[in-house]
Nanobody, 115 residues
Framework: QVQLVESGGGLVQPGGSLRLSCAASGIGFSVYDMGWYRQAPGKQRELVAA???????NFADSVKGRFTISRDNAKNTVYLQMNSLKPEDTAVYFCNAKYSILQYWGQGTQVTVSS
């Protein structure tokens, strides 16, 4: 059974930081490309950051310079470090795993940036 379990969301003030974690089980984690997506109310789900199985990364323009993505294959975990958070970063953040035609999603974790 495949599971992607996100954690680390919450309420943070503008300018603050959060680190999201996504623990994967039931997949050969090291061969999967991993990503973080987000969906704000009334908006489409969008890619925030991704990291390939080889360690290559890409980011949405809106988060470049503020967010970093990393993975620990020994722990089957991908991380999203979010710094200098803005109210517009408020959304449900989802973990995604892709390999060939296989794709899996986590249940999401809420991030709210508000004073």
């Amino acid at each position: 059974q495949v599971q992607l379990v996100e954690s680390g969301g919450g309420l943070v003030q503008p300018g603050g930081s959060l680190r999201l974690s996504c623990a994967a089980s039931g997949i050969g984690f090291s061969v999967y490309d991993m990503g973080w997506y987000r969906q704000a109310p009334g908006k489409q789900r969008e890619l925030v950051a991704a990291i390939t199985r080889g360690g290559g990364t890409n980011f949405a323009d809106s988060v470049k310079g503020r967010f970093t993505i990393s993975r620990d294959n020994a722990k089957n975990t991908v991380y999203l470090q979010m710094n200098s958070l803005k109210p517009e970063d408020t959304a449900v953040y989802f973990c995604n795993a892709k390999y060939s035609i296989l794709q899996y999603w986590g249940q999401g974790t809420q991030v709210t940036v508000s004073s």
